[in-house]
């Protein structure tokens, strides 16, 4: 399974000083698989530690937090030797030992051509945090393109990188998004699919739908053991809402999340600001932003935090938690729920760095993302996720916003190379949209 963010990580190794890594993400993207299995390889030793899985490794913290004495005391408490020259450690669920989050800040100071790795899920959580000491980066579900490359599939993989606008390519990559659909970006998940596709439909239904249970279950559980002064009620109270408001749009743009009914006694955005910031931090939610009027750069000094429109993280998580069946995914009609045409195309900005996200609304004209190019140009981004492309709000944001070009996702082949105005794109080509790096 190969993971995107590997790229980075070997450019960061070929550097001959470099500060420590951090690997940010929700539990159970694959972390620890990208850092030990993948990154690993290219290394003589790895010696890993994780601090939730066995937290006596805090006590080669308790004392000096010299890189070298550090490393002394791991050698010690897992017996393993470690040569910095060409070694890689990795300090995994970092998050459970807060001295050695302070460690980065010596590694990077003192001992910057030493290979250091750190990883956890409550990264956002963290009361202590060595700013400007670490290179960080945010490891997402699998993208529709990692999720293309899990296939081994070289045709489809070929089509895909070269953005093949054919008939032929169009129906098998449409086929391969509305899987994507169900199964999602979680690693487990996706290399479940994958391994069992010699069985039937409904073994392999069947063994993903129990790894998103589990997933889901275990995401719970963290409510109420990482959430600290926050209501995890609370907190579970949104996450659980998110679904449902989601689904209460069929082809029409996400509505703004609306906090009445979400949780007892509690109806203002101020009720839920916490839990929402708790969720953002843990990955598991994904915002989005409308902005008013014209739209000017930088979009962020626009926004409004209590017009905001939540998505999941992950798409598969979320028609589990809907209880859809693959069936109804793979139907045609399916293509008229727009809210997971919206979320996929949300997943799939965020993990190319736009996070978080914006919209547009004037009147009863909607645009589901405005992005920000490489020009500095601002550009609407509608979404169809249909083969119904007429697009009422659209003319309507050209005819106040003047913007260079406009963009369509759907579900159709998309329109020839050569339009650079007006340009549709097929859904799972999101990924090739023109943004800011």
């Given at each position: 399974m190969q993971r995107t963010l590997l790229n980075a990580l070997l450019v960061w190794k070929s550097q001959a000083l470099r500060k420590p890594l951090l690997i940010d993400g929700a539990r159970q993207t694959g972390k620890t698989f990208l850092l030990k299995e993948l990154f690993g390889k290219t290394f003589t030793n790895v010696l890993r530690i994780d601090f939730l899985?066995?937290?006596?490794?805090?006590?080669?913290?308790d004392g000096s937090l010299s890189p070298d004495e550090l490393l002394m005391n791991i050698e010690l408490i897992t017996n393993q030797a470690f040569n910095p020259t060409t070694d890689l450690l990795i300090l995994d669920e970092i998050g459970e030992c807060e001295r050695a989050v302070i460690s980065l800040k010596y590694f990077a100071e003192k001992a910057p051509t030493y290979y250091v790795a750190a990883?956890?899920?409550n990264i956002g959580l963290l009361n202590t945090f060595p700013v400007g000491k670490v290179e960080q980066y945010n490891l997402r579900p699998l993208t529709f393109k990692e999720f293309i490359y899990a296939s081994q599939e070289a045709a489809l993989i070929k089509a895909f990188d070269t953005q093949a606008n054919s008939a032929a390519a169009h129906a098998k990559l449409m086929d391969k998004l509305t899987d994507y659909f169900f199964t999602g970006g979680m690693p487990e998940a996706v290399a479940a699919w994958y391994q069992f596709k010699e069985l039937g439909i409904l073994d392999r239904v069947e063994k993903v739908?129990?790894?998103h249970a589990d997933l889901v279950e275990g995401y719970r559980r963290d409510f109420g053991k990482y959430t600290g002064k926050v209501d995890a009620t609370l907190i579970e109270s949104v996450f659980n809402n998110i679904p449902a408001q989601l689904s209460l749009v069929m082809d029409e743009s996400v509505k703004r999340y609306k906090f009445k009914n979400v949780h007892d006694r509690k109806s203002r955005y101020s009720d839920f600001e916490t839990a929402i910031h708790w969720l953002k931090c843990c990955r598991l939610v994904l915002a989005n932003y409308p902005i008013e009027g014209m739209p000017k750069s930088p979009l962020a000094a626009y926004k409004k935090d209590n017009m905001v429109?939540?998505?999941?993280?992950?798409v598969g998580l979320l028609h589990h938690m809907l209880g859809t069946r693959f069936r109804e995914i793979k139907q045609q009609n399916y293509e008229y729920k727009g809210y997971i045409a919206e979320n996929f195309v949300q997943q799939?900005?965020?993990?190319?760095?736009i996070d978080p996200s914006y919209s547009w609304h004037d009147a009863r004209a909607e645009i589901e993302f405005i992005i920000e190019t490489n020009e500095g140009d601002i550009v609407p981004v509608e979404v169809k996720s249909g083969k119904r492309t007429r697009a009422k709000s659209l003319a309507s944001y050209v005819e106040k916003c003047a913007p260079t070009k406009t963009f369509k996702l759907t579900g159709t082949q998309g329109s020839s190379a050569l339009e650079q105005t007006n340009i549709v794109l097929p859904l799972y080509f999101t990924q090739y949209l023109p943004m800011k790096g």
């Open positions: 899985e066995n937290p006596a490794y805090k006590e080669a913290f990883s956890g899920s739908t129990k790894i429109k939540l998505f999941l993280f992950d799939e900005l965020t993990a190319i760095g």
